[in-house]
C-alpha cells in the first residue's frame, strides 16, 4: 500500500474535508493509500506558529485558517524568526527574506509543502510585524508621562511598539509636521495589548482598534508651554498649532480621532481596514508573538 506525506503529495492538494483515518485526501476516498499527511501538516503549522490547536488528522476550519495564515504571512511579511533549537523564541534572530510561492490559499499542494518544510528544515518560525522604534531618536516626540512601556525581549528605556508600516508615519510624516509647525508631541500610547484597558482612556476602546495591530498613536500635542488636552478641544480651545499639526498630518493620509462620530481627540492611526483579511492576520501576530515573547527589530 503506497502511504502518502507531506513531502511527497504527488499531484494532490490536501483540503477542507481530508481526513487521516478515513483515507481521504485531495478532497476524494483513497482506500489503497495510507499515510497521515493531514496530522503532519497540522503538525508543521503549530511550529510554525499558525496553528493553535493539535494535530487530530481533520482537516476542519482551523487547519484551512492555519494555512491562508501562513500563506497570507509568505506574502506580505518580509522577515521570520530563525529559533535556536530547543531554545525559546526569545533568544531567535530575526532575518529578512523573499517573496516565495505558497501556493493556492487554504490548500497545501506540493508548493505549499515544500515551502513549508523547507522553514521547518531551517528553524525559521512566522512573527511579529511590530517593531521597535526609539523615540529618544526623534527630534520633536517624547514620551508622556502616562505612558506605560511594555515588557518585551530587548525593551529599551524609550522605545515603542508599533507596527512596522506605521513606524514611518511616527518617525517621519509626525515628527517633520511637528517641526514645521512648530509644536511637540507627547506619546501617551502605541500598540495595546488585548484585554488590557488603556489607563485614563477618555474614549471607550473600540473592540477591534487600531492600537490592537500597532497602527495607532494616543499623542498630546505640546505648543509653547501649553499641552493641548482632549478637555481643550472638547471647548474649542485648542491652540493654533495643534490645529495646523493637524492638519499637516490629515494632508499626508492619517486620520484623527478629532474628526470621528465618537471624538477621540488624542488619537492618530493610518486606518487598517478592522473587517479585513489584513487586520486579523496582523492581530493574530501582533498579539500571539507577543505573549510568546518574540523579539521585536529595532528601526531608526
Partial sequence: MATLTLQDLGGLSLQNGDHDA???WGGSARPTQDGTPVAELQTALIKLGTLTFSADGQFGTHTEEALRRFQWYVAHQ???LKLLPGAAPAGGTILDYAAAPAGPPGTCNS????LILSWLADNFVTTSPLVRLDVGRLSKIS?????????YPEAKKGEVLVHADFAGALSG???QAASTVGVSLHLNQTFRREGIPPAGAVVAPATRSQHLVGHAVDLNIVDGSTVNTNAMFQAGDQTEGADKFIAAVKARGLRWGGDFSTADFVLFDDFLNPNGQDYDNNFFFA???FEHQHPMRLVN
Avoid: E, H, W, Y
Fill in 22 to 24: 478515513n483515507r481521504i
Fill in 143 to 151: 514620551l508622556g508621562q502616562d505612558f506605560q512601556p511594555l515588557d
Fill in 111 to 114: 508548493v505549499t509543502a515544500s
Fill in 78 to 80: 518580509r522577515f521570520r
Fill in 287 to 289: 498579539q500571539k508573538c
Fill in 173 to 175: 510624516t509626525m515628527n
